[in-house]
């Protein structure tokens, strides 16, 4: 099976087999199927808070539903397959399921990087330009911005599904990796022909990380208007509130361009899936928890639907 010859014979990739001991696969599919149900509960639960909520419907929480949307969905991509191949001892994943594992990744991944990127000028300019807020993020100026986002996710994603799978491939069909990830098949290509995926990729590592310095500077701003505030309290709790979000965004786009732009003779069966799992997997379970269940006013709207959720008030 792993050594066909040409990709028009290959009708599966074999992802990564975390081990062989049934135990160990079991364990591992315990564990990611956690991860999975606090994320669908996380995202769940702010979906809900947010489309119930007329007080919540202002550019913030907009851009906050459209972030938990996306969290869902790409954690969806990536985490079931995985767990499923876990419970059944299998490897295989289909040729077009692998397209589409890419395509999704990419898309909503991309669409999310996007978002963070919205949800941080949304806030410097709330902070550091409260007058002009109305217009400079009035309803339409955001829905602009959100189909910039959705849209350019996937022609991104389009753009490097089709650059990836016209590739010829010769090396077997084997993944490293416990998704259909992008430089795990430019691995089975034919001598030269991944040049072109890999200057692509590059291409979009220097658009991500243009979006990284534009963020950064953002919440520079965001921290030089904190540092004015005349209470501690109000100092403290922007710097909690802030330090988070560049936290989440610098593990994601750190681990992210870690796995695409490596040189591929660095890689590793037991290092890829670790830094796979921090940009693919945690930023979705977390994100909830970071972006959304530290503010109080959802929290009140949370309160106010759901009364059973325990949620403490601070
Ligand atoms: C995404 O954000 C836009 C702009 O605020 C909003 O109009 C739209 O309803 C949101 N969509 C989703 C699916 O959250």
Redesign the pocket.
């Known amino acids: 099976m792993e050594q066909m010859s040409n990709s028009s014979s290959i009708t599966q990739f074999l992802l990564l087999p975390f081990t062989d001991t049934r135990e160990l696969q079991l364990l591992h599919f315990w564990l990611f199927l956690g991860i999975y149900l606090a994320a669908l509960l996380g995202n769940g639960l702010i979906?809900t808070a947010?489309a119930w909520d007329h007080h919540l419907h202002t550019?913030m929480y907009?851009?906050l539903?459209?972030l938990?949307?996306l969290d869902l969905g790409s954690i969806s991509t990536t985490l079931p397959k995985a767990m499923a191949n876990s419970l059944w001892n299998t490897r295989a994943i289909s040729y077009s399921g692998c397209a589409a594992q890419v395509f999704f990744v990419f898309f909503l991944i991309g669409a999310e990087f996007s978002f963070l990127t919205i949800m941080a000028y949304d806030r410097y300019v709330a902070i550091c330009k409260p007058l002009h807020y109305g217009t400079l993020l009035g309803?339409r100026a955001?829905?602009h911005?959100?189909?910039a986002a959705?849209g350019g996710g996937f022609l991104h994603a389009l753009l490097h599904t089709a650059s990836t799978f016209s590739l010829p491939l010769c090396q077997g069909n084997a993944v490293d990796q416990f998704f259909c990830e992008v430089p795990q098949i430019l691995k089975l290509s034919c001598s030269h022909s991944y040049l072109r995926e890999a200057g692509l990729l590059v291409v979009s590592a220097c658009l991500a990380s243009g979006c990284f310095v534009f963020i950064m500077l953002s919440y520079v701003q965001i921290f030089r208007a904190a540092l004015r505030i005349p209470s501690e309290q109000g100092r403290h709790k922007a710097f909690s509130t802030c330090l988070p979000h560049l936290a989440v965004v610098s593990l994601f786009i750190s681990t992210g361009m870690f796995a695409y732009l490596k040189p591929h003779s660095t890689s590793s069966p037991v290092l890829d899936p670790v830094v796979a799992v921090l940009y693919s997997v945690a930023p979705p379970a977390v994100n909830p928890l970071i972006y959304s269940l530290r503010n109080q006013e959802l929290k009140e709207a949370l309160k106010k639907q759901i009364p059973w959720v325990p949620l403490q008030q601070r």
Do not use: D, E, G, H
């Open positions: 979906i947010i550019p907009f851009f539903l459209n938990s949307v309803s955001c829905v911005m959100a189909a959705w």
